[in-house]
């Protein structure tokens, strides 16, 4: 199964793309990872991209569709892909319809989580992760178990994205609600949206998500 996961900045996207990695064994396509990794290379991609997500704009449609098309001709997406950040605009929607038909490849679900985005702010600044294994905490909502030791790994080094600071995030919503949430007809014209509520707590989201992926195998 192929879904997309869309939602503004801080709607729990990847937080739940990874969970169903887990438990389902699909395989997370995030284009933030995906160019985060591309800075963290200074590959040429990166090397452009920086300014750009550190002001919280949207790189090209060229670049990440390039970016995306590539990653689709690995071998492990015919397990199931959750696109988490991808399509965000109009064009990137219809290059992805244009690049799953080439592959011979369909989409079967958008799931929108729907958040109040007054909160948004307060969810990303306090986000942080494992800079070792890359678990998702959270200053207020979800601390390691032991102070400064991370759960899964043991390591004791964290990192913060740099564009996880007020004011980039409330250009991130600007570009969401300006450029991204209107794709969502797109998909509606095709049957495919489902909504989950986005404020409950992170285990009631992922088993509104499962129980709509469950009603569609
Ligand atoms: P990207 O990495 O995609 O960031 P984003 O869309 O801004 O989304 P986030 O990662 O901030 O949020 P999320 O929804 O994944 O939330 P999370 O699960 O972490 O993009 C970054 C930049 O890259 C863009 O600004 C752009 O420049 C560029 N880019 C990427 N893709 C692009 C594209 N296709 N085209 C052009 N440019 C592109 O959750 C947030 C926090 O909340 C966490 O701490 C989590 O623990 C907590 N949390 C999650 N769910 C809950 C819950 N239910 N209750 C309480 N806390 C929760
Ligand atoms: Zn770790």
Redesign the pocket.
């Known amino acids: 199964m192929n879904i997309i ?1 869309l ?11 990874s969970r169903l990695e887990r438990d389902r064994g699909m395989v997370q396509l ?4 995906m ?2 990794a591309a800075v963290a290379a200074r590959s040429p991609v990166g090397l452009q ?1 920086k300014a ?2 550190d002001a ?6 060229e670049i ?1 569709t390039g970016i ?1 098309s590539d990653r689709l001709d690995q071998n492990d997406v015919a397990k199931g892909f959750i696109l ?6 109009r064009a ?1 929607a219809e290059s992805l319809d244009r690049l799953l038909a080439e592959k011979g490849m369909k989409l079967d679900q958008v799931i929108e ?1 729907v958040v109040d985005e007054e909160k948004l702010v307060d ?2 600044t ?3 992760s494992c800079a070792s294994c890359g678990e ?3 200053d207020r ?2 601390l390691p178990k032991t102070e400064g030791v991370c759960e899964i790994c043991g390591s004791t080094n964290f990192k913060r ?1 740099p ?2 600071n007020e004011e980039t995030v409330r250009n ?1 919503l600007v ?2 609600r300006a450029k991204t949430a209107p794709i969502l007809p797109h998909y509606e014209a095709k049957d495919l949206v489902s909504r989950v509520d ?5 285990a ?2 992922e088993a509104a998500i499962e129980a709509i992926l469950d009603r569609q195998d």
């Open positions: 996961l939602g503004p900045p801080g709607a729990g996207k990847g937080t739940q793309a995030s284009t933030g990872d160019l985060r991209a750009v997500m919280g704009d949207l790189v090209s449609d990440v995306l988490d950040g991808y399509p965000r605009t990137q989580i969810r990303i306090g986000r942080f998702g905490y959270h909502y979800k994205r564009d996880d991130r570009e969401y986005g404020m409950a707590p992170i009631e989201v």
